[in-house]
């Protein structure tokens, strides 16, 4: 029996009454179960021996405006060890949107039911500490639902002007009250210290600790991120992170381009690890439309994504090291970074946002030389990464500064929803591209670098990217060899609903000619239906939710970011250690602040 | 010493062998000489939004080498820094904080919009983003592209330098947009 039907079997025998509908759309499943039961559902889900979802991926809403039930609740669950996901959906009425809380189950569930109640307006009763984590406290309204404007600003050539005066829906209830940390240029924020309890006194006159304000601008926090710590002295007591300083809506935006134009608006989203969302969205919107797509381009997928990774794992060690003092390793990471990106800039003509890819494929083949290009990259690399491993691994203070620095437990890592290297750091054998292969990674032979010393540290994580990147040069070797026996094949699919047809045949093809037309004039129309499809980014799991309703453009599009999550465990292990500490912490969790804040 | 040998009238010697330790005399303007010694010397913020920080940063490592124009030392204070680059889109929680950077730094103070986002908004016109950072801060030198290429951002970074040399009136706030707004 296939593992997702022993799951839904033993749902059906333990809650004979809950299961109102179990749907399944291109290898996906969706349950959907009252709200009433949602918490036994997830608890039993998690706990059951046999089934053990230890990981909750991810939370999103859709707005189906104007169906009633207005919303749909979505909660992802994964079970590593049988290597199942199972999509839970609540349906909710707009009079009662509201839910309980998963933090008691899973605390990785914060950040994510405050982003939907941020966004969409729903309330998660019994969470710790229900705020607006994007968007800044003043705002009115939730972007994310239908009836609220895309709140563009005219621009000078408009003609409709009535349209873009947003309208503003009825103003959300006044926020419970609770504790001021602080005003950041000017504009009061309040963010509590703890993730678990909220309501806590400040602990001030007891043990004299004090509150400071770390970022949004600071050096060492890759980006806009802003922390606020308490500290006794020069010791953490608590550091909780908010997010949102670089909150760009893009999936927002993306609701209103086609489908081929919104690819743009992702790749800057995690912007050192513009291929791998590219490829998460077109992943997504070939398994919505039954797209093929050809070995040579595949193979193109997996050469340019595993530089990338590599490209990005050099930024994430130098940043590291540049943060705890090791200024050197950064330039000579910039240096091979270059390298890289002159292999991008060949390939799209860009150097960081290259838009290559395209469903059920690649814009333009493979230029001329990029295999000689490749070829010294992959020839250039190991004795660079020989070359930071002498600076740092007998480093004295490089050791004493990551050794032993926040450590954390699988169990941790999993309840978290931490993926990619911190997760791998921690112990756990879990990679996307072994465990759902995609792009033909079945064909390449590689290992998973896994920590064996039981608990991550920094210094682990950092030794975990390290070998990350011998194993991506190991995979570009292999995928060399394929790509020279693919010379002259098709880049990109033949199925004309998905892809143009070639120039050559417009002059003689009526049909070719409608094709082109349909899709420059409205673009592609995928089914309707809700697909999912993932990559391991450099930094974790990396999905693309894709709702369609049959038309040329989105209905919603959700980005499953890593960083999002991983940022989550910054107030558990910052816990105890020492500011100068928390730089290399932070350095660690290798977040993007695009990522985070899409 | 020099000014001792002005008042005494007595002429340098014009003589190469003595230029070591005897530096000639240049009569300049006082504006003109203050121009060209910021120009030597501009300090950047270390201060990055978006994408545009990572070209930002490309910037100032070896291959494209900002030091070779006097600007490798990024400040990360707003108080030590005479330049700003508005690298990457800024959001509307963001706003605030941009425009409380550029208030604690010093003047005379200058600002190059890096990108198209910080130019206008970019590709994202929505409600999260401000439509161009002129909108909060006075720009001086806009810097097209999505990223702009590190080459561009020199580009601009010399485009400044001219213009302060040229002592040409700084950039201003797009005040007209302000009534637009919803």
Not at chain 1, 468 to 493: C, D, F
Not at chain 1, 553 to 571: D, E, G
Not at chain 2, 2 to 13: F, G, L, M, V
Not at chain 2, 86 to 99: D, F, H, L, T, W
């Amino acid at each position: 029996m296939m593992p997702l039907e022993t799951t839904l079997t033993r749902l059906r025998e333990r809650f004979p009454n809950a299961l109102q509908d179990v749907s399944e759309f291109r290898g996906e499943t969706v349950v959907t179960i009252p709200r009433e039961a949602l918490v036994d559902v997830v608890r039993f889900l998690r706990t059951e021996p046999a089934l053990q979802f230890n990981m909750l991926l991810d939370i999103t809403a859709l707005d189906w405006l104007p169906r009633e039930p207005r919303f749909d609740v979505l909660y992802y669950l994964l079970s590593m060890p049988n290597n199942v996901r199972l999509r839970l959906r609540v349906q909710l009425f707009s009079h009662d949107a509201n839910v309980p809380s998963l933090t008691a189950i899973f605390p990785g569930a914060n950040f994510y039911e405050r982003e939907v109640y941020d966004l969409f307006g729903i309330t998660f009763l019994y969470h710790p500490f229900l705020h607006r984590i994007l968007l800044p406290e003043y705002t009115t309204g939730h972007p994310l639902r239908k009836d609220h404007p895309l709140g563009y600003e005219p621009v000078e050539f408009t003609h409709t002007y009535d349209e873009i005066q947003p309208t503003r829906p009825n103003a959300v209830p006044p926020p419970k009250p609770r504790r001021l940390i602080g005003s950041v240029g000017g504009a009061v924020t309040e963010i509590p210290l703890t993730l678990a309890e909220p309501a806590t006194p400040w602990s001030g006159a007891q043990t004299e600790t004090l509150l400071i304000n770390m970022g949004p601008h600071h050096p060492s926090t890759h980006g806009v991120l802003r922390v606020a710590l308490e500290v006794d002295g020069e010791k953490i007591v608590n550091a909780m992170p908010d997010i949102g300083y670089l909150h760009t809506g893009i999936e927002k935006n993306a609701e209103y381009k086609t489908y081929l134009k919104a690819i743009p608006l992702f790749d800057r989203m995690d912007y050192f690890s513009t291929f791998f969302n590219v490829l998460a969205y077109c992943l997504a919107i070939e398994k919505l439309m039954e797209v093929e797509v050809p070995e040579r381009a595949q193979i193109a997928r997996v050469i340019l994504c595993e530089i990338q990774r590599i490209q990005s794992h050099l930024v994430a060690v130098g940043s590291q090291a540049m943060d705890i003092g090791a200024v050197t390793v950064m330039t000579y990471a910039f240096r091979e970074r270059e390298a890289a990106l002159d292999i991008f800039e060949m390939v799209s003509g860009a150097r960081m946002m290259t838009s290559y890819f395209r469903f059920g494929g690649l814009a333009q083949d493979l230029p001329a030389g990029f295999s000689d290009a490749v070829r010294a990259f992959v020839k250039m690399i190991p004795p660079r990464l020989k070359e930071y491993e002498d600076l740092l691994n007998k480093n004295p203070i490089w050791l004493m500064r990551t050794r032993g620095i926040a450590e954390y437990t699988a169990e941790q890592a999993l309840a978290h929803s931490v993926t990619g290297p911190m997760l791998r750091a921690a112990g756990v054998n879990w990679d996307l591209r072994k465990a759902s292969p995609y792009s033909g990674y079945e064909q390449y032979d590689f290992d998973v670098p896994v920590s064996t010393r039981g608990k991550a540290d920094v210094l682990e994580c950092y030794l975990i990217r390290m070998e990350e990147m011998r194993q991506s040069l190991r995979i570009i070797e292999q995928a060399l060899k394929k790509l020279e026996k693919t010379k002259g094949q098709p880049y990109v699919t033949n199925n004309r609903k998905v892809a143009p047809p070639p120039k050559h045949e417009l002059q003689n093809s009526m049909e070719s000619l409608i094709h082109h037309f349909k899709l420059w004039t409205e673009g592609i129309t995928p089914p309707a239906g809700l697909v999912y499809a993932c990559v391991e980014s450099p930094r974790g799991e990396l999905g693309f939710l894709v709702s369609s309703n049959g038309t040329s453009k989105p209905h919603r599009v959700r980005a499953r970011t890593p960083s999002f999550a991983n940022l989550q465990m910054l107030p558990l292990i910052s816990k105890g250690y020492y500011i100068a500490d928390l730089v290399g912490i932070i350095a660690m969790t290798d977040i993007i602040l695009g990522d985070v804040d899409r | 010493m020099d000014a001792q040998r002005i008042k005494s009238n007595e002429t340098p010697s014009p003589a190469p062998e003595a230029k070591a330790g005897q530096p000639g005399i240049v009569f300049a303007k006082l504006d003109d000489v203050l121009r060209w010694a910021r120009t030597g010397s501009m300090w950047p913020l270390l201060f990055g939004l978006a994408c545009c920080a990572i070209e930002m940063m490309a910037v100032y490592m070896p291959r494209f080498d900002l030091a070779r124009f006097g600007m490798e030392v990024y400040r990360a204070s707003p108080r030590q820094a005479d330049l700003m680059f508005v690298a990457g889109r800024v959001s509307r929680k963001m706003a605030p904080v941009v425009r409380q950077l550029y208030d604690q730094m010093m003047e005379p103070k200058w600002v190059i919009a890096m990108g198209d986002c910080a130019a206008c908004g970019g590709i994202y016109n929505n409600y999260a983003i401000l439509q161009g950072v002129d909108e909060i801060i006075p720009v001086d030198v806009y810097v097209a592209g999505c990223p702009p290429r590190p080459e561009a951002l020199m580009d601009g970074i010399l485009m400044l330098h001219e213009k302060i040399k040229k002592g040409e009136p700084r950039g201003q706030i797009r005040i007209e947009q302000w009534g637009l707004r919803g």
